[in-house]
């Protein structure tokens, strides 16, 4: 290849790599889009209108799409931002709130003063003990059901952690909050959805 | 109480290294308090088999909602398309 060519082969690339095609992005993307943020915060409404805030968003910055990456990955780390800052939200809207606070609470009654587990919180056999129970769709319908039950903030870390894989430090840092914060709310969380099984398998 | 004493009993504080211990590593301290703990709880013993076992499935269950394929509603993109190409 000559050098001529050689070099218009690497602008075209270029002038490839940055082609964002707006008109398109709802025939390519959207359905994947709405996929990804329905996987992470669960309602249709909220899914929709953060894959409709992406795309907006994207618009107004279309100019900092240097085409590094795909549009695909473009447009999902902002709508990750997106569910990031609705988790934000919702995680300042829980440390802020009386109410939820006293919620936090409930969990106190798990424990007598002394640290021992009350009588009637105490770990018991309940199927959950094999690891084949893993697979089974009616104790997953029911995790489901008690994920569901958990105050939106604990969901959101849950989600960070289990299907974003975020480590603890990005979590606190991502939420704004504190590391004793999070450990406590990782600890009451797993409580509960302990309890919440236990109370409900067969 | 002798600080052994409080670390047989406090099923509190050692529930509450178990659930660290599965997010990241523990200090040698809270290790050896869980650890001990364990050697004589048999209830927190059966929280942290248990407690590991809900970890799984919650992982198994946010990742099989995620991998649902699912559309956008026809509507609601026809009105997402309008609103891009107006903003062009």
Redesign the interface.
């Known amino acids: 290849m000559s050098l001529k060519q050689e070099s218009r082969a690497i602008d075209d690339k270029s002038a490839n790599r940055c082609a964002a095609d707006?008109?398109l992005?709802?025939s390519k993307y959207?359905?994947y889009l709405?996929?990804?943020a329905?996987?992470?915060v669960?309602s249709q409404e909220l899914a929709?209108d953060l894959?409709?805030e992406t795309?907006?968003c994207a618009?107004e910055h279309l100019k900092q799409f240097e085409g590094r990456s795909t549009e695909q990955t473009w447009l999902t780390a902002i709508l990750k931002n997106k569910i990031y800052d609705n988790f934000r939200c919702k995680a300042t809207a829980f440390l802020t709130s009386k109410a939820q606070l006293e919620g936090m609470d409930h969990e106190q009654v798990?424990?007598n003063d002394?640290?021992?587990?009350q009588d009637r919180y105490?770990?018991?056999?309940f199927g959950?003990?094999d690891?084949d129970?893993?697979?089974n769709k009616e104790?997953?319908d029911i995790?489901?059901k008690c994920?569901d039950k958990l105050p939106g903030m604990w969901l959101a870390i849950?989600?960070m952690?289990?299907?974003d894989e975020e480590k603890?430090k990005v979590i606190c840092k991502e939420l704004k909050v504190t590391s004793s914060n999070f450990?406590?709310i990782?600890?009451r969380a797993?409580?509960s959805?302990?309890e919440c099984?236990q109370k409900n398998w067969r | 109480m002798t600080a052994k004493r409080k670390i047989v009993n406090d099923c509190e504080m050692a529930t509450f290294f178990i659930e660290k211990s599965q997010f990241t590593k523990l200090t040698p301290y809270e290790y050896c308090y869980m650890t001990f703990h364990l050697a004589f709880c048999s209830m927190c013993r059966m929280f942290q088999k248990q407690s590991k076992l809900i970890t799984e499935m919650t992982k198994k269950v946010l990742h099989l909602s995620g991998k649902r394929k699912l559309k956008l509603d026809k509507n609601f993109k026809k009105q997402l398309q309008a609103k891009i190409e107006d903003r062009l």
């Open positions: 707006p008109r992005w709802v959207a359905d709405y996929t990804y329905i996987g992470r669960e929709q894959v409709q795309f907006l618009l798990f424990f002394d640290g021992h587990w105490r770990p018991a056999y959950l003990n690891p129970v893993i697979g104790l997953q995790l489901r994920l849950f989600t952690r289990y299907v603890a450990w406590v990782i600890h797993k409580i959805l302990r099984l």
